[in-house]
């Protein structure tokens, strides 16, 4: 009996031995073991919801455990980060952040959390930003823009929400012109904002650029693109001309990337940071994200986390300038 006791001791000591030398603790050696829940902030069918769609049908494939979508919208994305930053450190919440959810809103106004309720997964991708008008206005350059806005006070605009990166960098382009009277009318999402602008309830909109080459493609439609906030010509619609090239020296661009929320076994993390970085560097994914004009843009932990701390430290200065920084 005493031998049969040692050698099922030994067996045990040399299965735990050989699970330490893979680096991978017993309690969470089988990762994942059901369905995984990301979060997105905003509503079905938007940029953000698209692109998550995408990366999270991959990540199904990888993990070999469901990883579906889950829209909890309002504040910006903020409604949504906070829930995620609620809940349970255990890999199975995974929310997509952007510039705007964890950069700026927590910068504003008491959301629930900051970028520190969250460990980085990754960053997907990014894209510039647009401005925009009805092609049956008299506007038909950002140089005629900034004119109506300057012998027009109180003009409305919208953009992918209040709060958003989108809707500060509209505010940032517009402070930096002297002109400090605009009406940012709320909205959720950027075919929310074409719905105001076409109905006339706006006079411009600030949106993702993903919204202008189906526009495009259809003729000039109703809509018409004054620029986008690129470095230099956006792949997708270079016929648009960039912010830089009508004399205003600013470029701005939106990304995303996924996060869990603090606490989460490195175990854990290892596993779903090896898994984004395979599904998003894939070109497969290069290729399907192109088609909805997204420009693939990973960066691993380590480098999204130094992009969130710029970003943070760009945006403390921007909304400490227009008044809006969050009093403590």
Not at 62 to 90: F, H, P, S
Not at 268 to 274: N, Q
């Amino acid at each position: 009996m005493a031998c049969k006791r040692l050698g099922t001791l030994t067996a045990i000591a040399l299965a735990l031995a050989a699970t330490a030398s893979t680096g991978i603790t017993p309690a969470y050696a089988e990762f994942p073991e059901k369905p995984i829940k990301v979060i997105v902030g905003f509503r079905a069918g938007g940029a953000t919801d698209t692109l998550t769609k995408l990366v999270a049908q991959s990540l199904t494939k990888e993990l070999g455990q469901a990883v579906v979508t889950l829209n909890i919208t309002g504040g910006g994305g903020a409604v949504g980060t906070a829930a995620a930053a609620r809940a349970k450190a255990d890999g199975y919440t995974i929310v997509v952040g952007s510039n705007g959810t964890l950069t700026v809103n927590p910068q504003i106004r008491n959301t629930g959390y900051t970028h520190e309720s969250f460990v980085a997964l990754g960053r997907m991708a990014s894209v510039p930003l647009g401005w925009a008008v009805r092609t049956s206005d008299e506007i038909k350059s950002m140089t005629d823009l900034v004119a109506h806005l300057k012998s027009n006070p109180r003009t409305k605009f919208t953009s992918v929400g209040a709060g958003s990166s989108v809707h500060l960098a509209a505010a940032l382009w517009a402070e930096s012109l002297g002109i400090k009277d605009l009406v940012h009318i709320g909205n959720r999402g950027g075919r929310g904002a074409i719905v105001k602008l076409l109905s006339g309830e706006v006079k411009f909109i600030t949106i993702s650029a993903t919204n202008f080459p189906s526009q495009l493609k259809k003729g000039i439609g109703d809509l018409r693109p004054l620029a986008v906030t690129s470095d230099g010509r956006w792949e997708y619609a270079d016929q648009i001309p960039t912010l830089m090239e009508q004399g205003f020296n600013q470029s701005f661009y939106s990304w995303w990337g996924l996060f869990t929320p603090t606490g989460t076994p490195q175990a854990i993390l290892a596993t779903l940071r090896a898994a984004v970085k395979k599904v998003v560097t894939h070109p497969d994914m290069a290729a399907t994200m192109k088609k909805f004009y997204f420009t693939p843009a990973y960066a691993d932990h380590t480098a999204l986390a130094k992009i969130i701390a710029n970003d943070l430290a760009i945006n403390r200065k921007a909304l400490a300038s227009l008044g809006k920084l969050r009093k403590k």
